[in-house]
């Protein structure tokens, strides 16, 4: 339906991409540079490896990421929708193969390796799923409140979806389940039906976190630092990891300790990932923390005020949706489990966290975001 429309009508008058949501994904991508060589040392020093490589190995990731973006914002976004439903099939093949032959990190297994490089499938279901489902919104406009033809096709991919990353992954599950819900909500589809998988997905919660001590452990120390701060407004019983990076934040100040002068890398559990941001916000301060969460607000503010409101048609519009939140959603949920706001998730920070699989689809999501603002009207 929306690739008969992709020809002639977007052919003719494509403007340049945003450049307020170019500079703010470079400024990301400077201070994870910066923060990944400060927080990688005692990584790099534990795999019998030097820093200056890993850095440079993730100055390469980004390289890529970057070329990512660049090939997905001239590739008009209708043909990448028409993959969606493709790629989410391929997507499922991945996650099922990762629970047998994946490699485990941390007590799960969330990685797969492919020729020698490892991938998180996660990420991949969670682009492919997004996308697939603004599809299925703009489709099932005409009839979005009927419940067997609209919905119940949707709470089939994203059920599926959902359950299969929650196996090994359930903070991964949560977001996208969280994500897709609120992009269901923006399709206009009714609130009763989105109450329902609302449900579903709690029960499913429940069942994911009764299998793993681990999960339950995470949720426990959340919990037992909200009632200490209530009690007598200062947290004692906090998890370990949650202690050193609410440390790393206080020693911050306003300025910061300097450029690699960071203590907490040497306690926090992947500083250089999971807490990326308790370590720039220790070695730059409430300055440099707050700048972080100023590109997140550009991004924000770019995609959903101007992008997707500027769309040239209503796919365009929810993928530039999709895209936004789900980039805006994982950097703040980072940004968030390190102030101690949220139980730890081990999400990643897009374009700062160090790795390769998150960042090579923050590239895409980004691509597909400049993509749309090329064809927005004049004037964005």
Known sequence: MFLEQAGGELSGNVRSSDHWLMASVIVLMVFGILAVYSSI???????????????????IKLGIAVIVMIIFSKIKYQWIAALSKYALVLSWVFLIVVMFYGTEMFGA?????LAGISFQPSSFATVALLIHLCVMLTNKKEYISDFKRSFVPMLFWVGITCLLVGLEDFSSAAVLLGLSLLIMFIGRVSVLHIGGLVFIGALGAVFLLSQSAERQSRITNYVDQIVQIKSDGFALNT??????????????????????????????????????????????????????????????LRGVVFISHEAPDELGSLMAMACTLTIVTYGLVNAAVACGLFPVTGLPMPFVSYGGTNMLFSGMMAGILLNVSRQCKEGV
């Open 109 to 113: 297994r969330r990685h797969l390796n």
């Open 239 to 300: 998890g370990y990891q949650a202690q050193q990076a609410h440390i790393a934040i206080a020693r911050g100040g306003l300025l910061g300790v300097g450029i690699g002068k960071s203590t907490q890398r040497d306690f926090l559990p992947a500083p250089y990932n999971d807490f990326i941001f308790a370590i720039i916000a220790e070695e730059y301060g409430l300055i440099g923390a707050g700048i972080i969460l100023l590109a997140f607000i550009m991004i924000l």
């Open 41 to 59: 040392a005692y990584f790099a020093e534990a795999h019998n490896n030097t820093a200056f490589n890993l850095v440079f190995g993730h100055i």
